[in-house]
């Protein structure tokens, strides 16, 4: 009998044995649906989780014309010395020094950190610095959101479960309560700095984490909100047929809000990517970009909470005699800065978005001719070129006939010829940076609505001189759309400047460009 016994358990723990092994195989096997009970203790059981901090661009947004020269400098003997700080729970991570420079395009620097599968939310800090010998400074990359403007630290909270962020940065869905630089964009300005020597700079970034299907979309949010599987790349999908995939509308589409009665943050989603959303007519930030567009330019750092301008660059190449029809690298990185301090973020294709053809050397330019350059070398004989309507067109050309001027609502020249012979009328082969990008911002202020009928110094011709009677008289409108400041500063108006000055940059329409002139 004994015996039997000894058989019988032996047989029970042998099938009790198989079972827990088919069980534990089993659940190995099973997708998304089955390892949502993992996910309460551990965020993402496919993973060891690591968060990390990318740093992508850095720009000083010092102000720089021929009347204050160095009012608003970093560093007042030469460039900044920049470097980064990153505390990820308090961990602290130090970049290189990047020396004697005002931007830092693409520093390929990070930080990362192995942070608690448990625990939904990671603090962060990013500091941006400017070395000096034995006298660090800290630049000012923060808004004022926390009620304290001297502050210039920017504080995170980072949420493994979703992988958004928010705190002195993030994103919402309704513009008049977004974040004005936008979400992994930081902007010292913010802070209502922007005309004062407050060391202001621009950084921009980005906070991600280790995702098994590397789709960018976390396992809990894959198994909680989609129900898709973690374990499948989900890039590109579209189920909803709006023509935005998933993982734009994953990243614009959540916001995080505070529950102050339970101190705790709770996830929402305005798109659902599994719902059909009117992306083709939804323009939140009213920059004449819809979110179909906005998807379309994502690649080159667009925002469909912050305004976005871009500018197609069309150039000439050069003469048998040498002579050159080109906008200058620093007239480039002038106009940036002058755009991106107001939080209108400039995208200049010079070639780096696959625009800008070189156009053949011609020695004048009608403005038949210009409307042909349009046609051939801007929407390359298409007339449905989704770029109409996205980009604005500013040509550089040797002569036509003026040295700069409006040819259609979204588009514009200016000749290197005139450029040129105002270098040489002042003497001064310096300032060819500052000539070149204040006459390209000009022309382009025409595209964005403002002309002399809307504004009267704007285009005024008995303004450009001080001898003439009403060069005094607009002396408070300081823009570039104003004659007598032409050529001499990067900027417009704010209309701070009392009686006979006018608001620019709040006036400034980013619709007018895609109007029909008849």
Known sequence: MKTHIKKITCLLLVT???????????????????LVNMGESDFDPLVDVTVTVEIQKIRSLERFDTQIPTIEKIDWFSDPDFYVKVFINDEEFTSPIWRNTKYVCDPQWSATLNVPDDEEYVNITIQLWDWNPGMNKRCDISSDHDGYKDSFDVELIYSIKTGHWWGDDFAYYEYISADPSGYGRLNGCDDGS??????DCELWFNIYQEDFDNDGIPFWTEVN??????????????????????????????????KWYEDTYEHAWVYDPFE??????????????????????SQWGSDPFRKDLFVELGQMEESPDGQKCILPEGSKELLRTAYDRQNIVYHLDDGCMGGSDVIPFDETSSHQELQYLYWIYFLHGDENNWRQGVFHYGLVVYNATYPGFVFRPDSYQISSKGMEKKILLNRNDKKRDIVYASAYMHECGHTLGIFHSNTPGCDDQDGKYIWQKNWWKWRPYKSVM????????VDYSDGSRGKNDFDDWNRIDLTYFQKSWG
Do not use: Q
């Open 16 to 34: 009790v044995f198989i079972i827990s092994s088919a069980s534990v195989i089993s659940s190995d096997l099973n997708n998304s649906s089955s």
């Open 194 to 199: 922007i005309y004062e020597r407050d060391r």
């Open 225 to 258: 909100v989609y129900g898709t599987d973690p374990e499948i790349c989900d890039l590109g999908r579209d189920d909803d047929n709006d023509g935005i995939p998933i993982e734009w509308e994953h990243k614009w589409g959540h916001y995080a809000w505070y």
């Open 276 to 297: 059909w959303d009117d992306h083709a007519n939804l323009d939140p930030d009213r920059d004449g970009l819809d979110n179909v567009e906005e998807y379309l330019t």
């Open 482 to 489: 104003n004659y007598g400041y032409m050529y001499l500063m």
